[in-house]
């Protein structure tokens, strides 16, 4: 079984971005920065999370690219201030992976582990088993299992999914959460 404080600057964090790290837009996509919004705390929780971590990563589906709703400069609009916001309180992303695609099959949309398999290429220091993938819904569950991650949950937004289940390992109610737990089994 899986514990927290198996976690050394050995192990990477892979992040979901919306519903983890801002609130999610229903049924639509944040397309720029005024219509996003981190939920409290999260900037300083990944600040957090750096110094337990060797690799904080973000790997999100980005679809309204695919549907022209949005280009990938107004993406780039979005992570900009978002990263910025996230170094001003000490914090610190390594990379952002997205997938534009539209099709469900996609080789690198989520939950298929094409965006993982980036992020080992670009850090080959990466070991996917040693790496947990958190999200908010069950294709990010299942992109973490593919890619051989552990998994964690949160219930931002789906708070009624089942749990336990087999594609989750741990189950939080927000990121902050999470940090806590980490630097909580740290000690």
């Given at each position: ?46 600040a ?22 949005m ?44 965006m993982?398999?980036?992020?080992k290429a ?52 927000h ?13």
């Amino acid at each position: 079984m899986f514990s927290l404080n198996q976690i050394d600057t050995s192990w990477t964090l892979f992040l979901d971005r919306d519903g983890v790290l801002n609130y999610e837009k229903k049924e639509d996509y944040i397309r720029n920065w005024g219509e996003f919004h981190f939920y409290q705390g999260v900037p300083a929780a990944i600040a957090s999370l750096n110094p337990l971590f060797g690799r904080i990563v973000i790997a999100t589906n980005q679809k309204g690219i695919g549907k022209k709703l949005m280009t990938a400069e107004d993406l780039q609009n979005i992570h900009a201030p978002m990263l910025q916001a996230i170094t001003n309180v000490g914090g610190k992303i390594d990379q952002i992976y997205y997938c534009p695609d539209l099709a469900d099959d996609s080789p690198n949309r989520k939950p298929q582990p094409g965006m993982a398999f980036m992020a080992k290429a670009d850090f080959p220091e990466i070991d996917l088993a040693k790496s947990i993938m958190v999200g908010n819904r069950m294709s990010d569950m299942k992109f973490g299992r593919n890619a051989g991650m552990h998994t964690v949950f949160l219930a931002t937004t789906h708070p009624d999914a089942p749990f336990p289940d087999p594609f989750i390992d741990l189950r939080f109610n927000h990121l902050v959460d999470f940090a806590a737990a980490c630097n909580h089994a740290k000690k």
